[in-house]
Nanobody, 127 residues
Framework: QVQLVESAGGSVRPGGSLKLSCLAV????????MVWFRQGPGKEREWVAS????????YYADSVKRRFTITQDKAHNMLYLQMNTVVPADGGQYYC????????????????????WSQGTQVSVSS
């Protein structure tokens, strides 16, 4: 069974950049769609971005489009989220998740589609 392990998050100033990493451990070839979610204080979990691991197509929430980039390094079973021009609303707990099933719901961030989740990492945005 796949396990997803995130690197530590961090603190960043508004307008700054931060890169998150997620390592997939064991049986990684079964993951068809990988995603990033986040949950801010007092907010519901929010989909951030998706990547189709086979063709590399990517999808983003409007709130992060043109600022965040999701990428993968299949050779090393790594998933990344490059966060640029961050704003205070980007702060929160970030999670990576994956599913072995290709569904349009998963591509567009339906949380119920994902059965494998990381432990979460904290991102703080403050000046």
């Amino acid at each position: 069974q796949v396990q997803l392990v995130e690197s530590a998050g961090g603190s960043v100033r508004p307008g700054g950049s931060l890169k998150l990493s997620c390592l997939a451990v064991r049986d990684t070839e079964t993951m068809r769609i990988m995603v990033w979610f986040r949950q801010g204080p007092g907010k519901e979990r929010e989909w951030v971005a998706s990547i189709h691991t086979t063709d590399g197509s990517t999808y983003y929430a409007d709130s992060v489009k043109r600022r965040f980039t999701i990428t993968q390094d299949k050779a090393h079973n790594m998933l990344y989220l490059q966060m640029n021009t961050v704003v205070p609303a980007d702060g929160g707990q970030y999670y990576c998740a994956g599913t072995r099933w290709f569904t349009h719901g998963a591509l567009l961030g339906a949380a119920r589609e994902f059965g494998t989740w990381s432990q979460g990492t904290q991102v703080s945005v403050s000046s």
